[in-house]
C-alpha cells in the first residue's frame, strides 16, 4: 500500500482516469463517483465514469450523469473497454472486492493503471496501490470530501461536487437517523449546505 505523497504525485499532471463503483449503484455510490469526477475535471484530467449496471433513475439529475457510460449495455461496452485499455488512474469507489463489479473487476485486476480504492465497507480485497478506507465512514462520499480537502483544494468544491456528495451522506445515513450518522458526517454535511448542496432538492 503506498502513501498519500505517491498518490498525489501521480495526479499531479493530467491523467487518463477511469472512476467506477459497485453493481446497481445507489446515491452514496453515484454521487462519490460523479463528484470525484467533477473535481477531477476542475483539476484537467480526462475523466470516464464506468457503471458495471443500470440505475435508477432518480439519481439522474447528478451533474455529469449524461456521461456515464453502463457496461451492462452494448452500446456503450466497446467505448469503456477502449476507455479502460488508455486508464492511467482508475478509482474503484464504495466497494471493498474486486467481485462487486462483475466483469469489470477482472479487468481492473489486470490492468496496469494505478489503482485507488476509496471505500467505507468491512474486509477490503488487497487490489490497490492507494487505498483510503475506513469504516468509521458513513459514506463514500464523506471519505470522497475528506480526500479533496486534505489534497488542498476545499475551495473547487462547488454546489454540483456538494450536491452529489451530499446525496450519498444522507442516503446512507438514512437522512441522518442512522447510528453512523456521527459528529463528522454533521460538520461535513454543514460545509456541503454552504458549498452550495440544496438539502430540500435532493431529499426530494
Known amino acids: 500500500m503506498e502513501a498519500l505523497g505517491t498518490f498525489i504525485q501521480k495526479l499531479s499532471l493530467p491523467r487518463k482516469i477511469i472512476i467506477t463503483t459497485h453493481v446497481k449503484p445507489d446515491a452514496d455510490a453515484l454521487g462519490s463517483s460523479l463528484g470525484l469526477s467533477n473535481y477531477l475535471i476542475k483539476k484537467g484530467h480526462e475523466v470516464t465514469v464506468i457503471s458495471p449496471s443500470d440505475y435508477p433513475n432518480f439519481l439522474t439529475w447528478m451533474k455529469g450523469n449524461e456521461k456515464v457510460l ?3 449495455k452494448e452500446a456503450h461496452k466497446k467505448q469503456a473497454l477502449s476507455k479502460l485499455e488508455e486508464a492511467e488512474v482508475i478509482f474503484c469507489l464504495d466497494f471493498s472486492v474486486l467481485n462487486r463489479v462483475n466483469e469489470l473487476g477482472e479487468l481492473i485486476r489486470q490492468s496496469k493503471a494505478y489503482i485507488v480504492n476509496i471505500d467505507h465497507h468491512q474486509d477490503p480485497e488487497d487490489f490497490a496501490q492507494f487505498r483510503l478506507w475506513s469504516t468509521a465512514a458513513a459514506a463514500t462520499c464523506e471519505l ?3 480526500l479533496i480537502v486534505a489534497l488542498g483544494d476545499k475551495n473547487l468544491i462547488d454546489k454540483h461536487i456538494a450536491a452529489c456528495l451530499y446525496a450519498g451522506i ?3 445515513t438514512g437522512g441522518f437517523r442512522h447510528p453512523n450518522t456521527t459528529k463528522n458526517v454533521h ?3 454543514a460545509e456541503l449546505l454552504e458549498a452550495g448542496a440544496n438539502a430540500t432538492e435532493i431529499a426530494n
Open 70 to 72: 453502463d457496461f451492462s
Open 144 to 146: 470522497v470530501y475528506e
Open 170 to 172: 444522507m442516503t446512507d
Open 187 to 189: 460538520l461535513v454535511v
